[in-house]
Every structure is written in C-alpha cells, then in structure tokens.
C-alpha cells in the first residue's frame, strides 16, 4: 500500500515538472515569435519614419480675403484657414449656448476655438481640420443651414465656428495644433 | 469523396498515376461520374458561372498588372496608359471592372438560390459558411481594386471605408493607422491595397476548394429540399450538367459582353475619370452598386442610442447585416428546407428580395430625397429594420409555427408529378 503511494507520488511529481519545463519551452518560443517575427510583420504596416517626419507646415495667411478660406494639405489631410467676418463671429458667440450643440466636449465656445497652442487669441482666424468627423470627407464652405460647412457625403451640417449641428457626424470638426509665428504666418502641427 | 469510386483507370499511363497521385480519380469522381439531383434547375448553374467569373478576373488581372503602376503619382497616368495606348488595354480594363461586377450578381443570385432552397440547413452548415467567407473576402477584393486606378471615387471610397474603424472605441484609431500607413490615404495606402489585391483573389481560390469539397460530401441539395435517396433521382455531372452548366455560362457571359462591349462605364461613376485630389470631395459619393443595401444600412442609423453614438451603430448595424447570414443555419428552426413547400416563408422570402432592392436604391440616393412624402432616410430605417426583423424575429418564428405543404416522396417523383406524368408511371427508359 505504502510502496504504491509513494510510486504515485514519485509519478506525479515526474510528471508535474516535466509540464512546468514544457510549459516554459512554449511560452518562451510563443513569446519570442510574437515579438520577433509576428510584430515586425504588423508593424511595418504602421506609418515609416519618412511619413512621420512631415510633422508640420508654415503658412502665409497675408492673403485671404475676409469671409473666404484656404485649404493647405497638411499630412495627407485637408486644413481650412478661414477669415471671419465680424457677422460670423457675432453668430457663432450668440449660438455658444444653443441647444443643438452635439459636441460639448470639444471645444465648444466660439472663443475657445481661436486659441493658438501658445494662448494668442485671433477671432477672425479659424484654423480646423478638413475633415468631417463622421467618416472623413471634405466638408463645402459656405453651405448648409448654419452657413459654416455642408458634408456632402452624408449631410452633417456645421456652424461658422466649425462645431457640428445636425448630420450624422458626432464630433465638432477637429482644431489642428498651430500657433502664431508672425502676424500673417501660422505653423501648422 | 462521400460516394463509392468507380473509376477504373484504362491505360498503362493512368494506372501507373493512380498509384502515384490519385488526381484522374479525383476529377473522375467529381466532375464526371458525380450524382447529381436529376431535377436541379437553372438556379444551380451560377456556381458554375462563379468558377469561370473568378478565373476571368484573375486571368485579367494578372495582364492588367503587367501595365499598372501602384504610386499615387503615377497610377491615374498607368490607367489611361492602359486604356489608350496598351494592345487590347480598354478590353482588360473593362473586362475587369464590369466582370468585377458580373461576379458579384453572379453571387448574390446564388446565394439568393441558397436562401430560397434552404441549402444552409444540415448537413450542409459549413459549406454556407465556406461561402459567406468567399463573400466577405469578394467583398474586400473588390473594394481593394477599386482604389487602384486613384480616380476620385477609389481615392473618397478608401477614406470613408477606412474611417469605418475610427468608430471602434479605444482602438479604433490605431487599427486605423495600421491599414493606412500614415495620417491619411496616400502612397503607403495604395501599395499595401495593391499588394492585398493581388492576393486574395488567391485565398478565394483555396476556400473555393474547400467550399467544393464541403459540397461533394453530400451532394448538391434540390428544389423540393429532400435528399436523394437512390439511383432513380440521380444523373451523372457530364454530360448532363456539364452541358447545363456550359449552357448558363453561355447565356451570362453574352450578357457580360453586352456591358463590356456596349455599356462599359454604365457601371461606373464619372468622378472615377478625375484623379484623386484630397482637398475636394466629390459632391455625390457612392459605392458600386454590388455594396449600395450596406451603404443604406450604415446610413440609416443616425441617433444615439444610451452611450453608443450614431456613428458606431451605423458601423455595427452594417457589418451586422453581413455577420448574421454566418448564422442562417441555426436561426431557420424549420424542418423543411425548400421554400416550395413553405408558403408563408416564401412570402417573407419575396418582401426580403425587395426590401434588398429597396436598400438599394435608397444606398444610391441622397437621405434627404422624398418618395410619396415619405423621406429616403426613414425608408431606409424601415428596410434596414426589416433586414434584420427577416433572420432574427420572421426566419425562428415562422419556422415554429409554419405548416409546411406535403412534400412529396422523392425526388424521382417529383418530376413525374411535375411532368404530368403520374408518379406510378416507373420505367421511362432515361437515365
Ligand atoms: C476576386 C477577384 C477580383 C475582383 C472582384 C477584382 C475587382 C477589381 C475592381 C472592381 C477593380 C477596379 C476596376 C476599375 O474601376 O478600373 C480592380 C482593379 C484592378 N485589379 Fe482586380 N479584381 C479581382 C482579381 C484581381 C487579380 C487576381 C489581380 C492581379 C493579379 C487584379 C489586378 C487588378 C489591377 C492591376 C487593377 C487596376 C487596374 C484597373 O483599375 O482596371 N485583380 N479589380
Ligand atoms: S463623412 Fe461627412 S457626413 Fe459622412
């Protein structure tokens, strides 16, 4: 009875680091594929260092005339430089607490949304990315009920301080980091 | 193979290579000697259409490939190089495009034909899967392709499809990234997109092996929905439908040369002759028509529901729409497969073919156009609600409930009855 159960145990004892080495040996080779081969093979897909170093542009904004925008390109995506007119700021202020304001997240008073990253405040330049925040067209200036931007895609309709008011879209289109360099140049990104 | 193999190899060369590779035996068994249903009708022929329609597109991309240049500089150029200069290049072009869609309604005529048939039902659950998997991956191909020739359409179609993932919380954005290559579609976006479009066409190919063997273990189901029970309600693939099939294949690919000879770009969408430009989206963006009941469903869903935003449900809502057919094999609980026998299924069936028709048409139009008052968007919530009301709610009710028509004893006598010919009437002297 005794010599059985202490085969047993022997057995078991065997038995139980043998796993351990097993289980050691996998993980280790598991772990090292994962991060020697599979990642490389997924990360090559993310942005190469060339893209990534077109981090940021200067842009002459001397040139726009009042109530009329600019679209530069920067990383591959379209920026609006707008040139409000006081009757634009006056709306978008007077609308800072309507109802329809989707997105209160985001910047949501018009003031707010002239802000360069160094604090300057400049109302009648607004500077927004290009891109509706529902699935990334281009939005048309001067178009839709708020007499902001129209998205053809879908129909998203934003105001004249560029924050979503009707449409599918769920966020307030989007303020690209700039700052003031001089008085008619800004640095985009 | 699930029947007995009578094959007999009747030379030195095919015996020495039946020992060696079984491979004569294997297209003997499958594609000669192979009992099929002796009633299948037309509907059956269009796996025969899909197999020529794949092999089309990649003979023709293949070629297409020896001209094309994946760069954003020069892949709008490499187009009308082909269309204008290249020998035959507008054939292969065109032969692609349209034959791209040609596939696509060769598709979803078979799968409408599987939907009716109720060849989802055991034992045949994988072999439906096989296919939806063949369809999902049609799909990504097709959308692949078309960013290729970088017109406006490809290069709009790639950024909205793209954002797509934006919308998954938390790691939407870096999912994102990884499929662009950067902050936005560009040079990295096409090269990878060219790369997968080259490749899985061939991954279709290997689950297409996989879909025919699945279907070869127990044959072909048949519109009364029983299975064969003997030689009487069989016939042999060649040439009974070896023959029906090349038939088919005759008929479709004439009406596939009307398009690519006649009609060429009434597929298409003009902004596709302009070249991509990231600063103005096209005022009217619609995908190919193949995609337009999805596109309905993504849009159609524009309120909140509790902390889930608009954008992510409509994003859920239209992936949903594909996921659920995976499932079609545990949702119908009806003993009867074919819908022949199943009248208030069918009735269902054909309000299901039209509201995808529906869906259709509203993916097409803007949300806000107007039909006897109603608006475009609201048809769209109601179609898009029917879609799914069909497999979730109609497909396991009905499916309870339902008494189905007598079906009749075998397939053998079937056709007599159908032929008029009276069941008892026996010895015909075919096949
Ligand atoms: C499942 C099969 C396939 C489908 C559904 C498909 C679909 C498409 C579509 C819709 C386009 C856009 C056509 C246009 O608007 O011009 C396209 C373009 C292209 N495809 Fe495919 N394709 C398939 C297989 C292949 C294969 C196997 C190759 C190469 C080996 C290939 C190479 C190309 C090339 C080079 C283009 C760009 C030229 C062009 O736009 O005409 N395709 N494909
Ligand atoms: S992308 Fe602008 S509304 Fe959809």
């Not at chain 2, 597109?57 to 070629?63: A, D, K, L, N, S």
């Not at chain 2, 109601?382 to 499916?399: C, D, E, H, K, L």
Request: proline share 7%; with cysteine.
């Amino acid at each position: 009875m005794a010599e059985t159960h202490a085969h047993a145990t022997e057995a078991g004892d065997d038995t139980t680091r043998r796993d351990i080495l097993y289980i050691g040996t996998a993980t280790f080779a598991a772990v090292g594929l994962a991060r020697g081969v599979v990642w490389p093979l997924i990360h090559q897909m993310n942005p190469a260092e060339n893209v990534k170093a077109l981090a940021s542009i200067e842009v002459d904004i001397s040139q726009i005339p009042v109530g009329q925008q600019i679209k530069i390109l920067w990383q591959g995506k379209a920026v609006f430089v707008r040139h409000r007119t006081a009757n634009d700021i006056a709306k978008a202020r007077a609308d800072d607490t309507a109802a329809d304001l989707k997105d209160t997240s985001n910047r949501p008073t018009d003031a707010e949304r002239v802000v360069d990253d160094k604090g300057t405040s400049r109302p009648e330049i607004l500077v927004l990315l290009g891109v509706c925040t529902h699935l990334g067209c281009v939005p048309l200036a001067d178009r839709g009920d708020y007499d902001g931007w129209f998205c053809p895609c879908h129909g998203s309709h934003y105001d004249t301080a560029g924050r979503i008011r009707k449409g599918p879209a769920p966020a307030n289109l989007v303020i690209p980091p700039y700052e003031f360099i001089e008085e008619f140049k800004i640095k985009i990104g | 193979m699930a029947h007995q193999s009578n094959y007999n190899p009747s030379n030195g060369f095919t015996k020495w290579m039946d020992e060696r590779l079984p491979i004569i035996r294997l297209g003997y068994d499958s594609f000669v000697e192979f009992p099929n249903p002796r009633n299948l009708n037309y509907w059956w022929t269009f796996g025969a259409v899909l197999a020529v329609a794949l092999i089309w597109q990649i003979v023709t991309g293949i070629v297409l490939a020896m001209h094309y240049t994946p760069t954003v500089e020069g892949a709008y150029a490499s187009i009308e190089h082909i269309m204008r200069d290249v020998n035959y290049g507008w054939f292969l072009r065109y032969g692609h495009a349209n034959g791209g869609a040609m596939f696509f309604l060769a598709v979803y005529i078979h799968m409408f034909r599987g939907l009716y048939y109720g060849s989802y039902k055991a034992p045949r659950e994988v072999l439906w899967i096989l296919g939806m998997l063949i369809y999902f991956l049609m799909m990504a191909t097709g959308f692949l392709g078309y960013v290729l020739p970088w017109g406006q359409m490809s290069f709009w179609a790639a950024t909205v499809i793209t954002n797509f993932f934006d919308a998954i919380p938390w790691v939407g954005g870096s999912i994102k990234t990884l499929l662009l290559g950067g902050p936005a579609v560009a040079e990295p976006t096409l090269n990878r997109f060219y790369s997968l479009h080259y490749l899985l066409p061939f991954i279709i190919v290997g689950v297409v092996i996989l879909h025919i063997w699945a279907l070869h273990i127990p044959g072909s189901a048949n519109p009364t929905g029983i299975e064969k029970k003997g030689p009487q309600d069989t016939l042999p693939f060649h040439p009974y439908f070896t023959v029906k099939d090349l038939f088919a294949v005759a008929v479709f690919a004439t009406f596939f040369a009307w398009f690519l000879y006649f009609q060429p770009n009434a597929m298409g969408h003009p902004d596709n002759y302009i070249e991509a430009n990231p600063l103005q989206t096209p005022p009217h963006i619609v995908p190919e028509w193949y995609y337009l009941p999805f596109y309905a469903i993504l849009r159609s869903i524009t309120f909140d529901i509790f902390f889930l935003k608009a954008q992510l449900l409509g994003v859920i809502a239209m992936f949903g729409s594909i996921v659920i057919l995976f499932f079609l094999p545990w949702l119908d609980r009806s003993k009867v497969r074919s819908m022949r026998y199943r009248p208030v299924m069918r009735f269902f069936f054909i309000l299901f073919v039209l509201d995808c028709f529906i869906l259709g048409w509203v993916g097409a139009n803007s949300p806000d156009v107007t039909v006897l008052g109603i608006e475009a968007k609201n048809i769209g919530l109601f179609s898009t609600f029917y879609y799914f009301a069909f497999f979730m709610i109609i497909m396991p009710v009905v499916g309870m409930m339902e008494t189905p028509k007598p079906l009749p004893e075998g397939i053998h006598e079937s056709v007599l009855a159908r032929s008029g010919k009276g069941a008892s009437k026996h010895a015909d002297g075919d096949a």
